[in-house]
């Protein structure tokens, strides 16, 4: 009796252990799938930005503005500044300057303009970039104008510029080309206190030209979506420093089938249809929210969001030259 006892005992410890190794061993694999399964979320992609590249007549400044500014001054402060502001996104891992640099430098490749898609999947596998920014200035002019204030002695001068950039993004994981856009984008200082120099106006041009490039550069990678519907309320997964602001109205789309290139096999995209048009109501760190003005009902989660046409979109393409009705000044 004692020895059965004894057995009975030492058996039900021995499937207490067995329980108990069961129980952890289960704890460990769940925290490591755990903590993977974060790795993957968290992970991001990696992305380069190659020297911008510019001719020696993209610079065109008019009588008495004067600047120190150069063709090499301006590419290297448009990719210089693009780096900052994709780190501020929190979208993208982005390559440090001379990192990249050095591994150019090695492969004895040229630090700037555009590289082929086959150049950029081996480039993409040296410095571990995901994706590569190239892009090229085709038009940088500026002028100023001094006008005196009516009924009074006083004098102002008023500055106005436009920019004209390409810019290309290739996928280095295939060679693809995810998006090439042009930005055209215009700036005009009124300079009313007459303490703004030419220097701080085109400061103010290049930096409203890179916000733009960077808000193209995420909505090509990781385009606009709705992310979450309560009644007519929607959320889109982008906040600060999008390039959309309180009250603009935003076209949804919804993305319809896969085209595919019958002859390459190449992935074209899909199909999309709007189905209706939000308003946004408010702008936070990293999401936003909107109201649904059309299309309730047809509008669901997933649905891409387009910015739509900028309000000088109309005026983009007119050249600053005299006559016109907007005035501009003389180059």
């Known amino acids: 009796m004692k020895n059965s006892l004894m057995a009975f005992v030492g058996k039900n410890r021995l499937i207490c252990v067995q329980g108990c190794v069961q129980g952890c061993l289960q704890v460990v694999v769940l925290g490591l799938m755990l903590i993977a399964s974060s790795s993957l979320l968290a992970a991001r992609p990696t992305i380069a930005v190659l020297d911008f590249t510019a001719d020696k007549d993209t610079i065109t400044f008019g009588p008495n503005f004067v600047v120190r500014e150069t063709v090499e001054a301006s590419t290297k402060f448009l990719s210089s500044e693009l780096l900052t502001f994709l780190v501020k996104t929190n979208k993208f891992d982005v390559v440090e300057r001379s990192r990249m640099k050095d591994i150019l430098t090695e492969q004895e490749f040229s630090e700037s303009g555009y590289i082929s898609p086959e150049t950029a999947v081996k480039l993409g596998q040296l ?82 030209t890179v916000m733009g490039i960077v808000n193209g550069i995420v909505e090509g990678v990781f385009p606009l979506k ?29 993305q319809g089938e896969s085209l595919v290139d019958p002859d390459t096999g190449e992935a074209l995209g899909s199909a999309e249809e709007q189905v209706g048009t939000v308003e946004v109501a408010s702008i ?15 509008i669901i989660k997933g649905s891409v969001v387009r910015l739509g046409e900028p309000v000088a979109a109309a005026v983009v393409e007119k050249e600053l030259t005299s006559g016109s009705s907007d005035k501009p000044f003389n180059w």
């Open 226 to 254: 709705i992310i979450k519907i309560a009644g007519s309320k929607v959320y889109i997964n982008r906040g600060a420093g999008v390039g959309f602001n309180v009250g603009d109205t935003l076209a949804v789309y919804s």
């Open 127 to 208: 410095i571990g970039a995901d994706y590569f920014v190239m892009g090229k200035i085709e038009l940088f002019k500026a002028g100023v104008e001094s006008k005196k204030i009516p009924y009074t002695d006083e004098v102002i001068r008023q500055y106005k510029g436009k920019m004209t950039v390409n810019v290309r993004i290739v996928d280095s994981r295939g060679g693809k080309i995810v998006t090439a856009n042009k930005f055209v984008i215009e700036h005009e200082s009124k300079n009313r206190k007459n303490d703004e120099t030419a220097d701080d106006f085109l400061d103010a041009l290049k930096e409203k």
């Open 284 to 298: 936070q760190k990293k999401f936003s929210t909107a109201t649904i003005i059309s299309g309730a009902g047809q």
